[in-house]
């Protein structure tokens, strides 16, 4: 995986770290209450600031189709930085949702991308995107890994030290 992070990202990849493993994903069928609005995965950690040094990849382990739920893009939105609303709080058990603002969103077209399983879809981790409904009668399952570039000065645990501004403090 991270051979497809490094190629995509144009980042060798002992500069790549592996910040979170999704292990496995599951999606039900019509199921609503674990389903994100629009989003960037960058926004619930902020590890690194600028958009090209985190990658996302996502990876369906079933053919994703629209009725499967493929995932929902806003192509060129990698290059905003993190705008977020928060829609939920931090609860037991519950993720809070950082949604995209609409204002952002009606500046980028909508693209869905059905994918067949075991291929990967790799995108920038500032990348606005959604899941879509699975309304088909399967569970769609899928890997999500995500990496950042660790040896850069908008790497968070660089921006802690004392010779670079923390920008989020």
């Not at 090209?52 to 009725?67: A, H």
């Not at 890994?145 to 403090?169: A, C, G, M, P, Q």
């Amino acid at each position: 995986m991270e051979t497809i992070a490094s190629k995509f990202s144009k980042i060798k990849k002992e500069n790549l770290s592996i910040r979170g493993i999704i292990g496995l994903r599951m999606d039900f069928p019509n199921d609503t209450r674990n389903s994100y609005g629009w989003h960037q995965d960058s926004a619930y950690d902020r590890y690194n600031i600028k958009s090209k040094n985190g990658v996302v990849l996502w990876i369906p382990l079933i053919d994703t189709m629209i009725n499967e739920g493929a995932l929902e893009i806003k192509p060129k939105s990698h290059s905003e930085k993190n705008v977020f609303i928060i829609n939920s709080k931090w609860k037991k058990f519950h993720t809070p949702q950082l949604t995209v603002p609409k204002k952002y969103l009606d500046k980028y077209v909508t693209k869905i991308v059905p994918m067949k399983r075991n291929s990967c879809l790799c995108m920038f981790a500032n990348l606005f995107h959604k899941s879509g409904k699975n309304i088909s009668n399967k569970v769609r399952f899928t890997v999500i890994v995500r990496f950042n570039k660790i040896n850069s000065k908008d790497f968070y645990l660089y921006r802690k030290s004392k010779t670079y501004k923390n920008v989020y403090n």
